[in-house]
C-alpha cells in the first residue's frame, strides 16, 4: 500500500488542492449551527471516560440531565477516537470537531481515488473522487445534518471495494487484514450505513469472483474455496476488531428504548423524496426532513452526478449494438451504475413494498440514507468516463473534456460545502449555560435503560436526589465521583431509602462499607434506590461489565494484538531487508 501511495502521490495532492474549498471552513475560527449538535458534548464524555480509565466508554454521566445512560454502548464511537487523537494536540472541543471533519473529507477523497484508480486510471481515479467528495449529499452530511457517524461510514465505502478486489485478484494475506480493518472502521462508524452497505459489497464480490475465476464456466467459482475462506476470515475478523461495540449492540440493545428511533416522526415512510428532488432541485437549506417533498433540506444527487452515469450507460448500449459485442471494461461501470440507481430507488415512495418485505432494512431509519451508497456508485461509476472520452475523440480532445468535468463538477458543487449558519463559538459557552442544557437533554429518550418510564425532565443533584421520609436529616462527605461510579459517606438520622442519582443498568453495583448489598429500581424514572439503616453509611456505586462486555472486550483486544503483531512484523521484515 505504501509504494502504491508513492506512486500516486502527485495525483493525491493535486486532488487535495481541488477539493480544499470543501474544508477551507474548518481554517477560520467559527463554529456553524447543526441538526445533530451533539458532536462536542459526545467528544467531550468520549475524553472523561479514558481519562476516568473506562475504556471501552459505555457510559456517559453527563447526559440524560445529569443522570447518565449507555451512549457508546450503543451508539458507534469511531469519530470520537480520531477527535481525541486530535485532541492530544491541545487543540479545543470546537477546533476538534472541526479537524475531525476536515479529516473525513479528505480520507474520503484519498481512498476513493486509490480504489478507483486502480480500475480505471488515475485520471478516471480523479474524476471519480471528486465526484465523491463534492456530491451533495456529501455537503448535507457535514455542513447541514452534522451527522458525523454516517459521514465517517463513508469513508470506508471505497476502501472495503479496494481490499476485497485485491484480495479477490492476489489471494494475499495482507490484503484480509486491509478488508477487516475496513469493515471494521464501518461497523464502528454507523451501523445502518454497514447494514445496507453489504449487499452492495457481496455483489461486488460476485463480479470480481466471475471476472477473475471466468464468468462462463461458474463451476470455477465453486472450485476455489481457498478465496471464499479468505474472504469469509476477514469478515470473522472485522466482527472480532469491533466485538466491543457489536456485540453489545446486537445483545444488550434489549435493555434500553429504542423503540422511539423507529416510530412517529422517525417512521421511514415518512421521509421518503421525490424524482424532482433527486434529479432537478437545486433547493439547499439547513430546515428538516418532513412529509412530503418540502423537505428544509436538499437530497439532490448531484446534476452532473447523474447526468455522466448516464451517459456512460446509453454509450455502452450505442456501442454494444454498434459492434455487435460488449466491451468488458465497461461492464463494471454499467453494473455500478444499476446498483447506484437501485439505491435512488430505494429513496422513493415506490420502493415501499421492499422496505415493508425487510423489515430489518427499516432500521436505517430515513431512505434518503442511501444517498449515501448512490453518491458512492455513482461517483465510482463515472470513473470510465475518460476511456470513453478517449474512445471517441483524439488525446488532445479527450484530455480537454475531462479537464472540462473537473472544472464543471468544482463549479457545480463546492457552493454547497460551507455552513449556511456560523459565528464565533467557545468551549466554554457550549459547555454551559442553556447551551450546557440543550446538549444533555437532546435525544434523552435515545438509548434510556427500560427500568425507567419517562425521562427525567429536571436535573439530577449531587449524589443524592432525595430520601423517604423526606425529614431525614443527612450528612455527606468525602464524595468524589468517575465517569462509570461515584463514592460517598453518608449518615442518616433513621431508617430512610435513599434515592441515588444514577440511573439503573446492568451491571450497575452498589457496595456499602465494602459490602456488595442489593436495591431497587425507581419505576419511573429508573434511578436505583436504596434502603439503609440509621448511621453512619459508606457508599460506593459501580459500573461493572456484563458477560456480554467482558468477553467482547478481551475478543477486540486479542484480535487487535493479532492483527498489530502481524503489521509490526511485516514492517519490521520489510526494514531488514532495506539494510
Same mark, same amino acid.
Given at each position: 500500500?505504501?509504494?502504491?501511495?508513492?506512486?500516486?502521490?502527485?495525483?493525491?495532492?493535486?486532488?487535495?488542492?481541488?477539493?480544499?474549498? $470543501? %474544508?477551507?471552513?474548518?481554517?477560520?475560527?467559527?463554529?456553524?449551527?447543526?441538526?445533530?449538535?451533539?458532536?462536542?458534548?459526545?467528544?467531550?464524555?468520549?475524553?472523561?471516560?479514558?481519562?476516568?480509565?473506562?475504556?471501552?466508554?459505555?457510559?456517559?454521566?453527563?447526559?440524560?440531565?445529569?443522570?447518565?445512560?449507555?451512549?457508546?454502548?450503543?451508539? @458507534?464511537?469511531?469519530?470520537?477516537?480520531?477527535?481525541?487523537?486530535?485532541?492530544?494536540?491541545?487543540?479545543?472541543?470546537? $477546533? &476538534?470537531?472541526?479537524?475531525?471533519?476536515?479529516?473525513?473529507?479528505?480520507?474520503?477523497?484519498?481512498?476513493?481515488?486509490?480504489?478507483?484508480?486502480?480500475?480505471?486510471?488515475?485520471?478516471?481515479?480523479?474524476?471519480?473522487?471528486?465526484?465523491?467528495?463534492?456530491?451533495?449529499?456529501?455537503?448535507?452530511?457535514?455542513?447541514?445534518?452534522?451527522?458525523?457517524?454516517?459521514?465517517?461510514?463513508?469513508?470506508?465505502?471505497?476502501?472495503?471495494?479496494?481490499?476485497?478486489?485485491?484480495?479477490?485478484?492476489?489471494?494475499?494475506?495482507?490484503? =484480509?487484514?486491509?478488508?477487516?480493518?475496513?469493515? $471494521?472502521?464501518?461497523?464502528?462508524?454507523?451501523?445502518?450505513?454497514?447494514?445496507?452497505?453489504?449487499?452492495?459489497?457481496?455483489?461486488?464480490?460476485?463480479?470480481?469472483?466471475?471476472?477473475?475465476?471466468?464468468?462462463?464456466?461458474?463451476?470455477?467459482?465453486?472450485?476455489?474455496?481457498?478465496? #471464499?475462506?479468505?474472504?469469509? +476470515?476477514?469478515?470473522?475478523?472485522?466482527?472480532?476488531?469491533?466485538?466491543?461495540?457489536?456485540?453489545?449492540?446486537?445483545?444488550? /440493545?434489549?435493555?434500553?428504548?429504542?423503540?422511539?428511533?423507529?416510530?412517529?416522526?422517525?417512521?421511514?415512510?415518512?421521509?421518503?423524496?421525490?424524482?424532482?428532488?433527486?434529479?432537478?432541485?437545486?433547493?439547499?437549506?439547513?430546515?428538516?426532513?418532513?412529509?412530503?417533498?418540502?423537505?428544509?433540506?436538499?437530497?439532490?444527487?448531484?446534476?452532473?452526478?447523474?447526468?455522466?452515469?448516464?451517459?456512460?450507460?446509453?454509450? !455502452?448500449?450505442?456501442?454494444?449494438?454498434?459492434?455487435?459485442?460488449?466491451?468488458? *471494461?465497461? $461492464?463494471?461501470?454499467?453494473?455500478? !451504475?444499476?446498483?447506484?440507481?437501485?439505491?435512488?430507488?430505494?429513496?422513493?415512495? *415506490?420502493? &415501499?413494498?421492499?422496505?415493508?418485505?425487510?423489515?430489518?432494512?427499516?432500521? =436505517?431509519?430515513? @431512505?434518503?440514507?442511501?444517498?449515501?451508497?448512490?453518491?458512492?456508485?455513482?461517483?465510482? /461509476?463515472?470513473?470510465?468516463?475518460?476511456?470513453?472520452?478517449?474512445?471517441?475523440?483524439?488525446?488532445?480532445?479527450?484530455? %480537454?473534456?475531462?479537464?472540462?468535468?473537473?472544472? /464543471?463538477?468544482?463549479?457545480?458543487?463546492?457552493? #454547497?460545502?460551507?455552513?449556511?449558519? /456560523?459565528?464565533?463559538?467557545?468551549?466554554?459557552?457550549? +459547555?454551559?449555560?442553556?447551551?450546557?442544557?440543550?446538549?444533555? &437533554?437532546?435525544? =434523552?429518550?435515545?438509548?434510556?435503560?427500560?427500568?425507567?418510564?419517562?425521562?427525567?425532565?429536571? @436535573?439530577?443533584?449531587?449524589?443524592?436526589?432525595?430520601?423517604?421520609?423526606?425529614?431525614?436529616?443527612?450528612?455527606?462527605?468525602?464524595?468524589?465521583?468517575?465517569?462509570?461510579?461515584?463514592?460517598?459517606?453518608?449518615?442518616?438520622? *433513621?431508617?430512610?431509602?435513599?434515592?441515588?442519582?444514577?440511573?439503573?443498568?446492568?451491571?450497575?453495583?452498589? #457496595?456499602?462499607?465494602?459490602?456488595?448489598?442489593?436495591?431497587?429500581?425507581?419505576?419511573?424514572?429508573?434511578?436505583?434506590?436504596?434502603?439503609? *439503616?440509621?448511621?453512619?453509611?459508606?457508599?460506593?456505586?459501580?459500573?461493572?461489565?456484563?458477560?456480554?462486555?467482558?468477553?467482547?472486550?478481551?475478543?477486540?483486544?486479542?484480535?487487535?494484538?493479532?492483527?498489530?503483531?502481524?503489521?509490526?512484523?511485516?514492517?519490521?521484515?520489510?526494514?531488514?531487508?532495506?539494510?
Amino acid at each position: 500500500m505504501i509504494s502504491f501511495l508513492k506512486s500516486k502521490l502527485l495525483w493525491i495532492i493535486l486532488l487535495i488542492l481541488i477539493i480544499a474549498p $470543501t %474544508f477551507v471552513f474548518f481554517l477560520n475560527h467559527d463554529y456553524f449551527n447543526m441538526h445533530d449538535d451533539m458532536q462536542m458534548v459526545r467528544q467531550l464524555e468520549m475524553e472523561k471516560c479514558l481519562l476516568d480509565g473506562q475504556i471501552p466508554c459505555r457510559w456517559t454521566p453527563d447526559l440524560g440531565f445529569g443522570y447518565g445512560y449507555p451512549l457508546f454502548n450503543f451508539y @458507534p464511537p469511531l469519530p470520537y477516537f480520531v477527535g481525541e487523537v486530535i485532541r492530544i494536540t491541545g487543540v479545543s472541543f470546537v $477546533t &476538534t470537531i472541526k479537524i475531525t471533519a476536515l479529516v473525513q473529507i479528505v480520507l474520503s477523497a484519498i481512498f476513493m481515488f486509490i480504489l478507483a484508480s486502480a480500475i480505471f486510471g488515475n485520471l478516471g481515479g480523479l474524476i471519480s473522487a471528486l465526484f465523491y467528495t463534492l456530491s451533495p449529499y456529501h455537503a448535507v452530511n457535514i455542513y447541514i445534518r452534522g451527522a458525523m457517524n454516517e459521514a465517517w461510514a463513508s469513508v470506508f465505502f471505497p476502501l472495503i471495494f479496494y481490499f476485497a478486489y485485491k484480495l479477490i485478484k492476489t489471494k494475499e494475506f495482507r490484503f =484480509i487484514i486491509g478488508l477487516s480493518l475496513s469493515w $471494521t472502521g464501518l461497523l464502528l462508524s454507523h451501523n445502518p450505513m454497514a447494514l445496507t452497505f453489504a449487499p452492495f459489497f457481496l455483489i461486488w464480490c460476485t463480479y470480481w469472483l466471475a471476472d477473475t475465476y471466468g464468468f462462463k464456466n461458474i463451476l470455477n467459482l465453486l472450485k476455489n474455496k481457498n478465496i #471464499y475462506s479468505k474472504l469469509l +476470515f476477514s469478515g470473522i475478523l472485522a466482527v472480532f476488531l469491533s466485538a466491543f461495540f457489536t456485540l453489545p449492540v446486537l445483545l444488550e /440493545s434489549k435493555f434500553v428504548q429504542i423503540e422511539s428511533m423507529f416510530t412517529n416522526y422517525y417512521y421511514f415512510s415518512v421521509h421518503f423524496i421525490s424524482v424532482s428532488q433527486l434529479f432537478l432541485s437545486s433547493f439547499w437549506g439547513d430546515g428538516p426532513s418532513v412529509w412530503g417533498p418540502y423537505d428544509g433540506m436538499s437530497y439532490s444527487i448531484g446534476f452532473l452526478h447523474w447526468l455522466i452515469p448516464l451517459i456512460i450507460f446509453f454509450y !455502452f448500449i450505442l456501442n454494444s449494438i454498434k459492434n455487435k459485442k460488449i466491451d468488458r *471494461k465497461l $461492464t463494471l461501470p454499467v453494473m455500478i !451504475f444499476f446498483l447506484g440507481m437501485f439505491s435512488v430507488f430505494m429513496t422513493h415512495n *415506490k420502493s &415501499t413494498f421492499i422496505w415493508n418485505a425487510i423489515p430489518l432494512v427499516q432500521k =436505517i431509519q430515513f @431512505p434518503w440514507r442511501f444517498l449515501s451508497h448512490a453518491s458512492f456508485l455513482l461517483s465510482l /461509476s463515472a470513473g470510465i468516463f475518460p476511456y470513453i472520452i478517449h474512445k471517441l475523440f483524439k488525446n488532445k480532445v479527450s484530455i %480537454f473534456v475531462s479537464i472540462l468535468l473537473i472544472i /464543471s463538477v468544482v463549479v457545480l458543487n463546492t457552493i #454547497y460545502f460551507r455552513p449556511l449558519q /456560523s459565528g464565533p463559538l467557545s468551549d466554554e459557552q457550549k +459547555f454551559s449555560g442553556l447551551a450546557w442544557r440543550n446538549q444533555i &437533554t437532546s435525544g =434523552i429518550y435515545d438509548y434510556l435503560p427500560k427500568t425507567a418510564q419517562k425521562a427525567a425532565s429536571y @436535573p439530577a443533584k449531587d449524589y443524592i436526589d432525595k430520601t423517604e421520609p423526606e425529614d431525614t436529616i443527612t450528612s455527606i462527605w468525602g464524595q468524589k465521583k468517575g465517569t462509570d461510579w461515584m463514592f460517598f459517606n453518608l449518615s442518616l438520622n *433513621k431508617d430512610s431509602q435513599v434515592f441515588i442519582s444514577q440511573l439503573a443498568f446492568p451491571n450497575f453495583m452498589v #457496595y456499602d462499607n465494602g459490602q456488595l448489598i442489593t436495591y431497587s429500581i425507581e419505576p419511573e424514572l429508573g434511578r436505583i434506590v436504596l434502603s439503609l *439503616k440509621t448511621g453512619d453509611h459508606q457508599i460506593y456505586v459501580k459500573l461493572h461489565n456484563t458477560p456480554v462486555r467482558t468477553i467482547s472486550n478481551y475478543l477486540s483486544l486479542a484480535t487487535w494484538v493479532f492483527v498489530l503483531i502481524y503489521i509490526s512484523r511485516g514492517l519490521w521484515i520489510k526494514s531488514i531487508y532495506k539494510k
